[in-house]
């Protein structure tokens, strides 16, 4: 390696580490491919939420994986704050692209109390929540509500991507359509967009049909980027992933 980092990771399953296995591998393949030893330091949210953000201090990028569930939120939600106002490289996937968003919402935006309704159903801004139908892939619509199936109600698998020209996303991609694998049933309420946007949110991404929010990216950051999907679950040895591997780049010169 030519150089050495220290990443963070703010995640809810540490008591089981098999659950950010492709996260890791991921972020090895864009360390072979970038000549980075990424030194991987494992934070539970929890632990932010009972003794602060100063146990990010140190961090060259700051990484808040998926996850489900109300336990460690604010956690990963102080962290994407913590990224936010300290310049560092965030990447944010799935439900820290969520933490992302609240962050923004309350910290921003000036919407208090903004939360996810999967967190808190009564949340005065619901900044995300269960969206009742999107359009596949295949162009099909696809319903879904409160009381379905958990399983059956989730986004899963490939699904495409389209790319602001003038995004950062765009350029490490290097393509205006991606296709990349979802796992989630909540989604960015696109009626709070264009108050994000105003707080300083770019929408870099939307799904095919443009009615969900896939990509953000923040104005005046050097490097924070979150993603709806699960870009880990394409990376390659050979080929690493361009999110992980311009996200290491991105450490490296902080």
Not at 229 to 238: A, G, K, L, Q
Request: charged residues 25%.
């Amino acid at each position: 390696p030519k150089s050495a980092i220290t990443l963070k990771m703010v995640g809810k399953y540490m008591d089981l580490m098999d659950a950010y296995k492709s996260l890791n591998e991921a972020i090895i393949h864009a360390g072979i491919h970038t000549r980075t030893k990424v030194n991987i330091e494992f934070l539970d949210a929890e632990e932010i939420e009972e003794k602060g953000v100063s146990l990010l201090s140190g961090a060259d990028a700051i990484l808040v994986p998926g996850g489900f569930g109300q336990r460690g939120f604010e956690g990963k939600i102080s962290a994407a704050r913590y990224s936010r106002e300290n310049a560092i490289p965030y990447l944010g996937i799935c439900y820290g692209l969520h933490a992302a968003i609240i962050d923004i919402a309350r910290n921003v935006a000036n919407l208090e109390l903004a939360n996810s309704t999967e967190v808190n159903p009564q949340t005065p801004h619901p900044v995300i929540a269960l969206i009742t139908e999107w359009t596949d892939a295949h162009g099909n619509r696809i319903s879904r509500d409160q009381d379905s199936d958990l399983g059956g109600t989730m986004r899963m698998g490939e699904q495409e991507c389209k790319l602001t020209y003038d995004s950062l996303t765009f350029q490490i991609y290097g393509e205006s359509l991606v296709r990349e694998r979802h796992r989630h049933r909540y989604e960015v309420n696109a009626g709070y967009v264009r108050a994000l946007e105003e707080a300083g949110l770019i929408v870099a991404g939307r799904s095919q049909d443009d009615s969900l929010v896939e990509v953000i990216e923040l104005k005046n950051h050097p490097w924070f980027v979150a993603c709806q999907f699960h870009p880990e679950f394409t990376s390659t040895p050979r080929q690493g992933h361009p999110l992980f591997k311009s996200f290491i780049q991105a450490a490296n010169k902080k």
